[in-house]
């Protein structure tokens, strides 16, 4: 199973996050209600209404047969029911995780309204003046706005970009959209968009802040591997898509629907995604199919690949 640093803190998340000390065992007497709530949650939320059914069938029928019975802990539970879910849906987003125990204290990353550098592992120039940004996650822009300020700010002169997603995880597509401002000259412009269940789609685009810089000419490389999960591989995407950057490595998990987690009871709660997000140029987005580069090439000799085009572009009259 997939883990996430900060699974909870906006709609692009991923797998199942065991968070503290869990129950040793799992009483009996929890399986079915666990496995109800379930089903109620996602029939309430799941962005396509007509796979609801097929869902609620599949995981009663499963609880009658008594697959759930052989459960012996919390996270074996969590585990059957997200192969399950995956079985009928095939969405990567859906996932059950055992939930913190409420007696635990402390606060992860997402519940911060507070900067923070968290996810940044790299933000350097490389050699021939080619500048790198490695990036674990994306947090909400409250919290990463002033750390990527600081890592484009030192990014600047760099005559091309490469951005690391080769092990990014996912997070707020806010903070994606916030990134990709940096790459385009025009505030405002839109850039995806996520489609409810119910209620008013809501556009992403470019901010319309004043930034310190924006460039919508140099040029852009995206990294990608196997591990490139959610908002990680939807940078890719979306740039891509508006042909913006070249994109190079491996082709990506495939998980774009964005989702946020529910409670089920007190010890599971359940990622569902409540919306349908598509670019605003193809309508299209990389549920299940991944991203797919432009260069293929093992996601180890991504970096060395992107660092000896982005030498080669920059050279060009």
Request: net charge neutral; hydrophobic share 45%; with cysteine.
């Amino acid at each position: 199973m997939r883990r996430l640093a900060a699974a909870v803190f906006t709609t692009w998340c991923v797998g199942v996050a065991l968070w503290g000390a869990q129950p040793a065992s799992l009483a009996p007497g929890l399986i079915a209600p666990t496995v109800t709530g379930v089903v109620d949650v996602f029939s309430r939320e799941y962005f396509d209404i007509p796979l609801t059914g097929a869902v609620r069938l599949a995981l009663t029928s499963a609880l009658a047969g008594g697959r759930y019975a052989k459960a012996a802990t919390p996270q074996e539970l969590a585990e059957l029911l997200t192969h399950d879910l995956y079985d009928v849906t095939r969405d990567k987003h859906v996932a059950v995780q055992v939930v913190r125990p409420s007696s635990a204290t402390g606060s992860s990353p997402a519940q911060r309204d507070v900067p923070t550098t968290a996810g940044f592992r790299r933000t350097e120039v490389l050699p021939g003046n080619i500048g790198l940004l490695d990036m674990a996650y994306f947090l909400r822009p409250v919290e990463h706005r002033d750390a990527l300020a600081a890592a484009m700010k030192l990014l600047q002169p760099a005559a091309a970009l490469i951005l690391d997603m080769r092990n990014n995880g996912g997070g707020s597509p806010g903070t994606v959209a916030l990134l990709m401002s940096y790459l385009f000259e025009e505030p405002g412009k839109p850039l995806f968009e996520v489609i409810p269940r119910t209620g008013t789609r809501e556009v992403y685009a470019t901010v319309a802040d004043t930034l310190a810089w924006r460039d919508g000419k140099r040029p852009v490389f995206v990294l990608t591997s196997k591990n490139s999960f959610s908002g990680g591989e939807g940078l890719a995407f979306l740039l891509q898509d508006l042909k913006r950057a070249v994109v190079i490595g491996e082709s990506t998990a495939g998980a774009a629907n964005p989702g946020r987690p529910y409670p089920v009871n007190d010890l599971f709660e359940i990622t569902v995604p409540n919306g349908q997000l598509l670019t605003i140029l193809s309508r299209r987005n990389w549920e299940g199919n991944g991203v797919t580069p432009d260069i293929k090439v093992p996601a180890t000799d991504a970096l060395t690949e992107a660092h000896t085009r982005a030498l080669a572009a920059i050279k060009q009259p």
